[in-house]
């Protein structure tokens, strides 16, 4: 396939559902400080940095940390979320997201990884992906969070690729904000009513047709 587009994946909620990894680790440093979190509350989090999500627990249960414990608290929670990622494999990989990426190698399109997570490289590596992707951009790579569109103006440098040229899959609200602020073409997964700001929203990739991809890669 001739084509002058590259494709950047968000990964939680995008290619694997780490986020109830992260509700169970947050729920448990929530409850240890004393108040409860709600899956509600963790829906808030999605696409916020590890740092800008304690501020916001511990705003939610009216507390305040020292400077050290509240690095104490992130470490303490990042321990907790690595002891589930360590048990994923390639079950984890959400459904149809497989499928989509067999056909971007197999018709030479290049693609990277924009996500927020220090995580993603480790969890790459545990659902076998690391080596297919041409870029790796983390959370460990950039300094300004989504909606700013840092993360995925990096990828497709990395990719060689436009930013106008770059399709962006993202689960969040910030994400998607982030991929329009980089005049980048948005495809949302999940709600059409949360993500409306996409420029096309599927309930998930087992929706995502190849015929789809193709038109995007080649109009």
Do not use: C
């Amino acid at each position: 396939m001739k084509t002058n587009k590259g494709v950047i994946f968000d990964l939680d909620g995008v290619i694997v559902d780490t986020a109830k990894f992260h509700f169970l680790a947050w729920r448990k440093l929530a409850n240890d400080l004393g108040f409860d979190f709600t899956e509600e509350q963790n829906e808030q989090l999605k696409g916020v940095s590890r740092v800008n999500s304690l501020k916001k627990i511990l705003d939610w249960g009216a507390m305040e940390l020292s400077d050290e414990e509240f690095k104490r608290q992130m470490a303490l929670k990042n321990e907790n979320y690595l002891s589930y990622v360590e048990e994923m494999d390639e079950q984890e990989i959400l459904p149809g997201v497989q499928k989509v990426i067999d056909y971007l190698i197999k018709n030479r399109v290049p693609f990277a990884l924009g996500s927020a997570s220090k995580n993603a490289r480790t969890i790459l590596e545990k659902i076998n992906l690391l080596e297919k992707f041409d870029a790796i951009v983390d959370g460990t790579d950039v300094s300004k969070a989504k909606p700013d569109p840092e993360v995925f103006l990096i990828a497709a440098e990395k990719l060689k690729i436009k930013p106008e040229n770059s399709i962006v899959f993202e689960d969040s609200v910030a994400g998607v904000q982030a991929a329009n602020n980089a005049k980048m073409i948005s495809v949302g997964i999940g709600e059409k009513k949360i993500l409306g700001e996409a420029d096309y929203v599927f309930p998930g990739f087992t929706e995502v047709e190849l015929d789809f991809i193709k038109k995007l890669l080649t109009k």
